[in-house]
C-alpha cells in the first residue's frame, strides 16, 4: 500500500542537487542555484560524463533526497548512482525539469523548475517500478532501433535550437538509410495468465516502456506500479507508411498489422549478427543480448499533485 505522506512529515536531513548545466537551453542554471540557495538545498554542478553517477552515488548513503536537475538522461544517471549506491530503500530522488522533452517529469505531474522545488520540498511520494536492462537502471523506457540511433545522433545543438524536433528530425533522416534489425524478443507469462511469448523477424524499432508509453492511448503515461513493462514492436515496412502514419500521429495511435504488443514483467532480446545500441532515458547502452526486468515499486520519487498511479482507471490521484 502506497503511503502518499507529504514530505514534511518525514525526517528533515540534507537534500543534494545535481545539476546538468547544458541540459535543455542551458539557461536555467541560475534560476536553479537561487532557488536552492533559498530552499536550503546543496547543488553539486556536472562537468563530464558520468558525473551525476558519481554524484548521487557518494552523496546517496547520508542523505534523504537526490535531485536530478536536467532532462530525462540525467535522471537516468542520478538514478544509476543511488542503485550502485545500495541506497534505494533511503533515498528519495526528485526532479527539476531543464531537458528538451523532460517526458519523466511531465508523467510524475512536475510541471515546472519552481513547482519541482515546491514538489521536493513539501510534496508527496510515491514508489514507483524500476527498469532494469542488462542491470542498469531506467525509469521511463529502453529503446532500440532506428529510435535509438537518432536520439544517440542528437547533438546538444541542435535540441536547444530545435527542441523536441530535434527528435524527430534526425528519426526521419535516420530512418532512411537504417538496416532493420533481426531480432528475436521472449516475453514471460502476462498476469491473466498468458504463456510465454517469442516473436522474430525484421524490426524497425523495440520500444520497452516503464513509465512511458508507446500506444495510441489518451496519455503518455504508463501505469508505473503495476510491474510490468509495455513493448511496442514496429517491423520492417514501408518508411512511409510507418513514419507518415502512425509515428508522426502520435506515437502508434492507428492499429497495424507491423505492430506487436506485449505486456510483461521481463523479456530478453537477442541479435545474432552484431550489438545493438539502445537508449535507457537517453543514455547508451550497446549489446548483442538484452535482459530487461522490473524492479517492482522500487524507488521513491517526488510527484505532483498531476501524477496518477494508473492513468487509464478513472476517480481521483494516488489510487492504489
Known sequence: MQSDSPAAERRESDRVFVLNPVSGSQDHVDDVVKLAADYGFEVLTTEESGDATRFARRAAPDVDLVAAVGGDGTVNEVVNGIV?????????????PTGTGNNFATNIGIEGIEHAFEVIDDGRRRTIDLGLANDCAFVNSCIGGVTAEASSDTSSETKRDLGVLA?????????????????????AAEPDGEFERAWEGEA???????CRRFTGSRTAQAHVEDGLLEVTIVEDAAIPDLLGGAFLEGLFARDSTHIIRRRTPSLT????????????????????????????????????????????????????
Not at 204 to 210: A, I, K, S
Not at 273 to 296: C, I, K, R
Open 84 to 96: 550502485e549506491a545500495d541506497a534505494l530503500e533511503s533515498t528519495t530522488v526528485g526532479v527539476v
Open 167 to 187: 527528435y524527430v528530425k534526425n528519426t526521419l533522416e535516420s530512418a532512411q538509410e537504417f538496416d532493420s534489425l533481426p531480432l528475436r524478443v521472449e516475453t
Open 204 to 210: 524497425l524499432f523495440v520500444l520497452v516502456g516503464n
Open 269 to 320: 532480446i537477442e541479435h545474432r549478427e552484431h550489438a545493438v545500441e539502445y537508449s535507457l532515458d537517453g543514455e547508451m547502452l550497446e549489446t548483442e543480448h538484452l535482459e530487461l526486468d522490473v524492479n517492482p515499486t522500487a524507488l521513491e520519487i517526488a510527484v505532483g499533485e498531476g501524477y496518477q498511479p494508473n492513468p487509464d482507471e478513472e476517480g481521483g490521484l494516488f489510487e492504489s
